[in-house]
């Protein structure tokens, strides 16, 4: 099950706080992705991407605008990745990945399955505080995998990691994505792992911001392990849109 | 075994032998011997008056805690939530605290009447502001990155209570329950020597009468283990279930 999905927000405003004006920081914005589509979302920091995510998984409804799923307003199951991994340190892996799962469609056999392939088995009964970042960035995956999201949204989930590290847990990533595809909206900023990771590249410009070119990544999926061929995608790319060089 | 593990237990010998000699030098009824107070224990036990008043004591400290906690914790949690509700009753949890339990007390038995409510009551009345403060702080330190990732698994409320507040929430009523029962422990006896006709308040005052000090040393005595009991065999373990998945 994957699904196709319409985002339009005309206006999103944060109320001033104590000391400024209300803040404008998406306005004018659309964006379509594709039923089973990866679509990396590019843009500086601070331009409302984590945002653009809450709006999209449902977690923030004060906007104006509308995000479609498929044929309804109503978000399908959303497997969601926090840039922290965001996971509860009173229970165990394993507990934390089963807590998420839906009580209708539960499948440990999944779980079991998703634990191996990042290499977590040996760990499932560890209190988070005893992994590394990169496993407990591996748990919070697990966990929005083991959902079977029909949309999957990841915000920078590789931030602060150690690049030989970052690539390892890219490449399990597309591997169990390629085992049961589904729509996916991966926000980061650097324009290396959007190429190694999407389909397609959307670009977002400073607040208020909104989608300001869209690229597809004809790259095959073979050749995005060598950083040659990544490296000389971004080359191009960037000498083909310089309105997007400013941005990245 | 190492040297420090015996250091509490020399320094229990070293305060029971300088109270015996000090009583030997003494030579007064005002201050009996270690072994004179273990008597009298042992008679106030065998007889059953320690227990009995031990036991009313220790029912009206099971109740007023249940019931401070109860009030206290819900109150607590709903000022740390609501933060217009926190503005406005923050003057009333401020006047509460520094209001003195004697002063509690005293009004209790006048508007209620010298009764087993007003003593209840009393000591409830002391105990529920602070339980509010820490129950407060607990609720306005929950991680909201945790409520919005429940949020986005759609934990539901029953789960996200159990799995995501609860154990953020149990430090802070560890804390708000260890220090209640210190506090409950010593203004219950002042409520029952002050209006009620048993319980361990109302026999320290009858020894205090009689200047029967090994009696109220014997009572002190009861009172220690008790507390230490409690301390040893619910808050221990507690304490540490609740750390257990700290590294």
């Known amino acids: ?248 | 075994m190492r040297p420090e593990r015996w250091y509490p237990f020399a320094a229990l010998v070293l305060l029971v032998a300088s109270w015996h000699a000090a009583a030997l030098w003494a030579t007064s009824p005002l201050l009996p011997t270690p072994v004179q107070v273990l008597k009298v224990f042992v008679v106030e036990v065998a007889e059953g008056g320690l227990l009995y008043h031990l036991g009313i004591t220790m029912a009206r400290l099971a109740v007023s805690f249940v019931l401070a906690m109860t009030i206290g914790g819900t109150l607590g949690v709903m000022l740390g939530r609501y933060r217009h509700l926190d503005r406005f009753f923050d003057i009333w949890l401020t006047l509460f605290l520094n209001i003195p339990a004697l002063v509690t007390i005293i009004l209790c038995y006048v508007w209620l009447g010298l009764s087993e409510a007003a003593a209840i009551t009393a000591v409830v009345i002391n105990k529920v502001p602070s339980v509010v403060v820490t129950l407060r702080e607990g609720t306005r330190a929950l991680d909201t990155d945790l409520l919005e990732m429940a949020r986005a698994y759609r934990f539901g409320r029953w789960k996200t209570l159990r799995h995501v507040i609860w154990p953020q929430l149990l430090p802070f009523i560890m804390a708000a329950s260890r220090t209640g029962l210190a506090l409950i422990w010593k203004i219950i006896l002042v409520v029952e020597l002050l209006g009620r006709s048993n319980g361990m308040g109302y026999q320290l005052q009858l020894f205090f009468q009689m200047f029967d000090v090994s009696a109220i040393l014997a009572y002190t005595f009861a009172f220690v283990i008790v507390v230490q009991t409690v301390e040893f065999f619910v808050f221990k373990p507690l304490d540490l279930r609740s750390r257990r998945w700290r590294r």
């Open chain 1, 1 to 248: 099950m994957t699904t196709q999905v319409r985002i339009e927000v005309s206006r999103k405003t944060f109320p001033a706080s104590a000391n400024g004006l209300p803040l404008t920081v998406l306005a004018g914005l659309s964006l379509t992705l594709d039923a089973g589509e990866f679509v990396c979302l590019v843009g500086p920091s601070g331009c409302g991407k984590s945002t653009l995510l809450n709006i999209v998984a449902g977690l923030d409804r004060s906007f104006e605008g509308s995000v479609e799923f498929g044929d309804s307003t109503e978000p399908h199951r959303v497997g969601h990745v926090f840039q922290e991994p965001r996971l509860l340190p009173w229970r165990t892996v394993r507990q934390n990945i089963e807590l998420a799962l839906p009580a209708e469609d539960a499948d440990t056999d999944l779980v079991d399955h998703l634990l191996d392939v990042m290499e977590l088995s040996a760990f499932q009964h560890q209190y988070p505080e005893r992994l590394s970042l990169g496993m407990s960035r591996r748990v919070a995956l697990v966990r929005a995998f083991a959902i079977k999201p029909t949309l999957l949204i990841m915000d920078e989930p590789f931030v602060s990691l150690d690049a030989p590290i970052a690539r390892r847990i890219r490449e399990q990533l597309v591997r169990v994505w390629h085992e049961r595809p589904h729509t996916v909206l991966f926000v980061t900023h650097d324009l290396r792992e959007a190429i190694a990771l999407a389909d397609r590249l959307a670009f977002l410009c400073a607040p208020p911001a909104r989608v300001v070119a869209e690229v597809q990544v004809d790259l095959p999926r073979d050749d995005r392990g060598r950083e040659s061929a990544i490296e000389a995608l971004r080359k191009r790319l960037i000498a083909d849109h310089p309105d997007v060089a400013r941005l990245v």
